[in-house]
Protein backbone atom coordinates (compact mmCIF):
# COMPACT_ATOMS: atom_id res chain seq x y z
CA UNK A 1 0.00 0.00 0.00
CA UNK A 2 1.34 3.21 -1.17
CA UNK A 3 -0.34 6.23 0.69
CA UNK A 4 -0.10 9.70 2.93
CA UNK A 5 -2.19 8.66 5.67
CA UNK A 6 -3.91 4.92 5.74
CA UNK A 7 -6.46 4.18 7.82
CA UNK A 8 -7.59 0.59 8.94
CA UNK A 9 -10.93 0.91 10.68
CA UNK A 10 -12.52 -2.42 10.49
CA UNK A 11 -11.80 -6.16 11.28
CA UNK A 12 -8.80 -6.91 8.55
CA UNK A 13 -7.77 -10.42 7.69
CA UNK A 14 -5.32 -11.43 4.89
CA UNK A 15 -2.21 -13.52 4.63
CA UNK A 16 -0.43 -10.46 5.06
CA UNK A 17 -0.24 -6.67 5.55
CA UNK A 18 3.00 -4.81 4.00
CA UNK A 19 3.10 -0.83 3.61
CA UNK A 20 6.61 0.43 2.39
CA UNK A 21 5.81 4.19 2.70
CA UNK A 22 3.35 7.27 3.98
CA UNK A 23 3.01 9.70 6.67
CA UNK A 24 0.21 7.56 9.01
CA UNK A 25 -0.99 4.23 9.57
CA UNK A 26 -3.74 3.66 11.98
CA UNK A 27 -5.32 0.86 13.35
CA UNK A 28 -8.36 0.84 15.20
CA UNK A 29 -10.22 -2.68 14.78
CA UNK A 30 -8.61 -6.22 15.17
CA UNK A 31 -6.03 -7.66 12.41
CA UNK A 32 -5.36 -11.45 11.69
CA UNK A 33 -2.78 -12.06 9.49
CA UNK A 34 -2.17 -15.84 8.02
CA UNK A 35 0.98 -15.29 6.00
CA UNK A 36 4.80 -15.73 6.89
CA UNK A 37 5.36 -12.28 6.41
CA UNK A 38 2.72 -11.17 8.71
CA UNK A 39 2.54 -7.29 9.58
CA UNK A 40 5.40 -5.39 8.58
CA UNK A 41 4.66 -0.90 7.97
CA UNK A 42 7.34 1.17 7.20
CA UNK A 43 5.57 4.50 7.78
CA UNK A 44 6.27 7.98 10.11
CA UNK A 45 3.65 7.18 12.58
CA UNK A 46 1.40 4.08 13.70
CA UNK A 47 -1.37 4.40 15.66
CA UNK A 48 -2.88 0.84 16.99
CA UNK A 49 -6.50 1.83 18.61
CA UNK A 50 -7.12 -0.71 20.94
CA UNK A 51 -6.95 -4.07 18.97
CA UNK A 52 -5.79 -7.44 18.71
CA UNK A 53 -2.80 -8.30 15.93
CA UNK A 54 -2.83 -12.26 15.55
CA UNK A 55 -0.24 -13.52 13.40
CA UNK A 56 -0.34 -16.71 15.32
CA UNK A 57 -1.89 -19.42 12.56
CA UNK A 58 0.73 -18.54 10.27
CA UNK A 59 3.96 -17.85 12.44
CA UNK A 60 3.94 -14.15 10.93
CA UNK A 61 6.62 -11.57 11.57
CA UNK A 62 5.05 -8.05 13.42
CA UNK A 63 7.28 -5.15 12.50
CA UNK A 64 6.60 -1.67 12.98
CA UNK A 65 9.46 0.21 11.53
CA UNK A 66 7.49 3.97 12.48
CA UNK A 67 6.87 5.52 15.69
CA UNK A 68 4.19 3.52 17.00
CA UNK A 69 1.71 5.52 19.12
CA UNK A 70 -0.95 3.12 21.72
CA UNK A 71 -4.25 5.07 21.51
CA UNK A 72 -5.94 2.07 23.02
CA UNK A 73 -4.41 -1.38 24.90
CA UNK A 74 -2.58 -3.53 22.46
CA UNK A 75 -2.77 -7.46 22.41
CA UNK A 76 -0.26 -9.08 20.08
CA UNK A 77 -0.94 -12.42 19.36
CA UNK A 78 1.85 -14.25 17.69
CA UNK A 79 3.56 -18.26 16.86
CA UNK A 80 6.83 -18.16 15.85
CA UNK A 81 7.39 -14.63 14.78
CA UNK A 82 9.40 -11.99 15.68
CA UNK A 83 7.99 -9.16 16.94
CA UNK A 84 9.73 -5.90 16.62
CA UNK A 85 9.38 -2.06 17.17
CA UNK A 86 11.99 -0.49 15.41
CA UNK A 87 11.27 3.24 16.83
CA UNK A 88 9.66 4.90 19.38
CA UNK A 89 6.77 3.30 21.32
CA UNK A 90 4.51 5.77 23.77
CA UNK A 91 1.13 5.47 24.64
CA UNK A 92 -1.33 8.23 24.30
CA UNK A 93 -0.89 11.04 26.08
CA UNK A 94 -2.31 10.82 30.03
CA UNK A 95 -3.81 7.16 29.32
CA UNK A 96 -1.28 4.85 29.95
CA UNK A 97 -2.25 2.23 27.85
CA UNK A 98 -1.26 -1.39 28.09
CA UNK A 99 0.30 -3.56 25.40
CA UNK A 100 0.57 -7.71 25.50
CA UNK A 101 2.30 -10.06 23.21
CA UNK A 102 1.34 -13.61 23.86
CA UNK A 103 1.41 -16.42 21.71
CA UNK A 104 2.53 -20.05 21.41
CA UNK A 105 5.72 -19.62 19.79
CA UNK A 106 8.77 -17.89 20.75
CA UNK A 107 10.51 -15.50 18.36
CA UNK A 108 12.40 -12.81 19.35
CA UNK A 109 10.37 -9.09 21.31
CA UNK A 110 12.87 -6.17 20.52
CA UNK A 111 12.00 -2.68 21.20
CA UNK A 112 14.64 -0.63 19.38
CA UNK A 113 13.50 2.93 20.12
CA UNK A 114 12.68 4.43 23.49
CA UNK A 115 9.32 2.89 25.13
CA UNK A 116 7.46 5.27 27.65
CA UNK A 117 8.82 8.74 27.19
CA UNK A 118 10.63 9.99 30.03
CA UNK A 119 11.26 13.46 28.98
CA UNK A 120 7.30 13.86 28.49
CA UNK A 121 5.88 15.69 31.21
CA UNK A 122 5.29 13.89 34.08
CA UNK A 123 5.80 11.12 31.82
CA UNK A 124 2.63 11.86 30.24
CA UNK A 125 3.37 9.09 27.38
CA UNK A 126 4.27 6.27 29.55
CA UNK A 127 2.48 2.73 28.60
CA UNK A 128 1.01 1.54 31.57
CA UNK A 129 1.62 -2.47 31.81
CA UNK A 130 4.10 -4.00 29.52
CA UNK A 131 3.43 -8.19 29.40
CA UNK A 132 5.72 -10.93 27.61
CA UNK A 133 4.33 -14.12 28.43
CA UNK A 134 6.38 -15.73 25.16
CA UNK A 135 9.69 -14.57 23.67
CA UNK A 136 12.75 -16.11 22.54
CA UNK A 137 15.17 -13.09 23.64
CA UNK A 138 13.45 -9.54 25.05
CA UNK A 139 15.38 -6.55 24.09
CA UNK A 140 14.87 -3.45 25.35
CA UNK A 141 16.19 0.36 25.50
CA UNK A 142 14.93 2.77 27.33
CA UNK A 143 11.57 1.72 29.10
CA UNK A 144 9.29 4.06 31.23
CA UNK A 145 6.36 2.01 31.96
CA UNK A 146 3.67 0.98 35.08
CA UNK A 147 5.14 -2.46 35.21
CA UNK A 148 6.91 -4.78 32.97
CA UNK A 149 6.38 -8.50 32.91
CA UNK A 150 8.55 -10.41 30.91
CA UNK A 151 8.92 -14.26 30.65
CA UNK A 152 11.71 -14.80 28.07
CA UNK A 153 14.91 -17.15 28.39
CA UNK A 154 16.98 -14.31 27.92
CA UNK A 155 16.17 -10.50 28.55
CA UNK A 156 18.51 -7.79 27.92
CA UNK A 157 17.94 -3.74 29.19
CA UNK A 158 20.37 -1.95 26.96
CA UNK A 159 19.17 1.67 28.59
CA UNK A 160 17.46 2.22 31.53
CA UNK A 161 14.55 0.55 33.06
CA UNK A 162 11.68 3.08 35.00
CA UNK A 163 8.08 1.64 35.78
CA UNK A 164 6.25 3.67 37.90
CA UNK A 165 2.49 4.01 39.21
CA UNK A 166 0.48 6.27 36.83
CA UNK A 167 -1.22 8.93 37.88
CA UNK A 168 1.66 9.30 41.14
CA UNK A 169 -0.74 7.41 43.21
CA UNK A 170 -0.18 4.46 45.37
Known amino acids: TFADTT ?3 STFRAASLLQNSGVTTTL ?6 SGLAGLN ?3 GTINLDGLTIDTSSGGGVVTLNGATVLQGNVVITRGAGAVTFADTLISQTAEYNNLTINGAGG ?12 AAPASQEDL ?3 LVSTGGTVTMNQVTATSIDV ?10 LNTQIAGGGV
Open 41 to 43: LTV
Open 7 to 9: LIS
Open 107 to 118: GNVTFTGEVGNA
Open 151 to 160: TSSVITINNT
Open 28 to 33: TDNVTL
Open 128 to 130: GDI
